[in-house]
């Protein structure tokens, strides 16, 4: 692996940065200074440093983003904003993608990553992934609805709903709790009830939770549990 691919996995530099620093005799392999940012090593036997801090090596990426509202969960699409351009040089990557999609029009918890495997389980309808949203709705939901829907709505295309869990705070705000995610889903489900989703916020995704620390469009690096939570995705709540 070159080395300037090597610091930009670990999000550490950019090939750029790394090029610079590399000129700056702040890297070193196995104790030697190095000049090159394309030379070759191999992160399994080589040993690594930054300013003499030693660089420990992950293959993948893992990020937690408060996506804010008109922003699309998408690597290229004219005209729209996309979250990946809220990432830093480091994180720009074509391998990186977002777990599952928020429309354009939903905010909150969105998990990037480059690890199909784990992803493609996350989002497996085998392993009931819980995701947790918060919703305002047009009109007040009534007792007889929100049932309805909790046992399974029958969408505009006939479908029928897997059940779920709908706790409100207010007739026209609460939580719902699904283990699937069928194209814009909670918004048809209460649509399948004459009502209309205004706000929608994803809060959790199979146990993990927004950092409300994070302002809406910042994002950070999974901790160590989390990554754990997500690489064995089950039901959670």
Same mark, same amino acid.
């Given at each position: 692996?070159?080395?300037?691919?090597?610091? $930009?996995?670990? #999000?550490?530099?950019?090939?750029?940065?790394?090029?610079?620093?590399?000129?700056?005799?702040?890297?070193?392999?196995?104790?030697?200074?190095?000049?090159? @940012?394309?030379?070759?090593?191999? @992160?399994?036997?080589?040993?690594?440093?930054?300013?003499?801090?030693? =660089? $420990?090596?992950?293959?993948?990426?893992?990020?937690?983003?408060?996506?804010?509202?008109?922003?699309?969960?998408?690597?290229?699409?004219? #005209?729209?904003?996309?979250?990946?351009?809220?990432?830093?040089?480091?994180?720009?990557? @074509?391998?990186?993608?977002?777990?599952?999609?928020?429309? !354009?029009?939903?905010? #909150?918890?969105?998990?990037?990553?480059?690890?199909?495997?784990?992803?493609?389980?996350?989002?497996?309808?085998?392993?009931?992934?819980?995701?947790?949203?918060?919703?305002? /709705? &047009?009109?007040?939901?009534?007792?007889?609805?929100?049932?309805?829907?909790?046992?399974?709505?029958?969408?505009?295309? #006939?479908?029928?709903?897997? @059940?779920?869990?709908?706790?409100?705070?207010?007739?026209?705000?609460?939580?719902?709790?699904?283990?699937?995610?069928?194209?814009?889903?909670?918004?048809?489900?209460?649509?399948?009830?004459?009502?209309?989703?205004?706000?929608?916020?994803?809060?959790?995704?199979?146990? =993990?939770?927004?950092?409300?620390?994070?302002?809406?469009?910042?994002?950070? /690096?999974?901790?160590?549990?989390?990554?754990?939570?997500? =690489?064995? &995705? !089950?039901?959670?709540?």
């Amino acid at each position: 692996m070159r080395l300037d691919k090597f610091f $930009s996995n670990t #999000g550490i530099l950019s090939r750029s940065q790394c090029a610079k620093e590399c000129r700056a005799g702040n890297v070193t392999c196995d104790g030697e200074t190095v000049r090159d @940012p394309s030379c070759n090593i191999d @992160p399994d036997k080589n040993v690594i440093a930054y300013k003499g801090d030693i =660089i $420990s090596y992950s293959e993948y990426v893992y990020i937690m983003m408060n996506k804010p509202l008109g922003y699309v969960c998408s690597n290229d699409e004219p #005209g729209e904003l996309l979250v990946f351009d809220l990432l830093d040089e480091r994180y720009r990557r @074509p391998d990186l993608f977002t777990v599952g999609r928020l429309d !354009k029009n939903t905010t #909150g918890l969105i998990l990037i990553t480059n690890d199909g495997k784990s992803a493609h389980n996350a989002l497996s309808p085998k392993r009931h992934v819980e995701k947790k949203y918060e919703f305002t /709705l &047009a009109d007040p939901l009534s007792e007889e609805d929100r049932a309805s829907l909790e046992k399974g709505a029958v969408l505009a295309d #006939g479908y029928v709903t897997k @059940p779920c869990k709908i706790e409100m705070k207010t007739d026209r705000d609460g939580i719902v709790i699904l283990s699937e995610g069928k194209y814009h889903q909670i918004r048809r489900m209460f649509a399948s009830v004459s009502n209309k989703v205004v706000l929608l916020k994803r809060t959790e995704f199979g146990g =993990i939770s927004l950092d409300n620390s994070l302002k809406p469009g910042e994002y950070r /690096l999974l901790t160590d549990e989390e990554t754990g939570s997500f =690489i064995n &995705a !089950k039901r959670s709540i």
